[in-house]
């Protein structure tokens, strides 16, 4: 099952549920995994984030290398 369909099927489900506590207990775990996972943004150095602006800006430019030719200076 993809993720989408995952998400989808999720909520079908979420909506058949009539009992609060069971609700609240599943909305207890969803909310607990989502705070875990964070935006790893946030976890990022400045110098890191620059070092992926900068990249951004590189392929917006049309400065860009084919994966395998990347791949291959680092494997």
């Known amino acids: 099952m ?7 099927d999720l909520h079908l489900l979420i909506d058949r549920i009539s009992d609060n506590s069971v609700l609240e207990a599943y909305h207890t ?4 995994e989502v705070k875990e996972v964070g935006d ?3 976890e990022l150095s400045n110098a ?5 602006k900068a990249g951004i800006d ?6 860009k ?10 494997l």
Do not use: C, H
């Open 40 to 42: 790893f943004w946030d």
């Open 58 to 63: 590189d392929l917006k430019a049309g400065r």
């Open 65 to 74: 290398k084919p994966l395998a030719e990347v791949m291959n200076k680092y």
């Open 29 to 32: 775990l969803l909310k607990r």
């Open 2 to 8: 993809t993720t989408i369909e995952l998400k989808s």
């Open 48 to 52: 890191q984030k620059e070092d992926i």
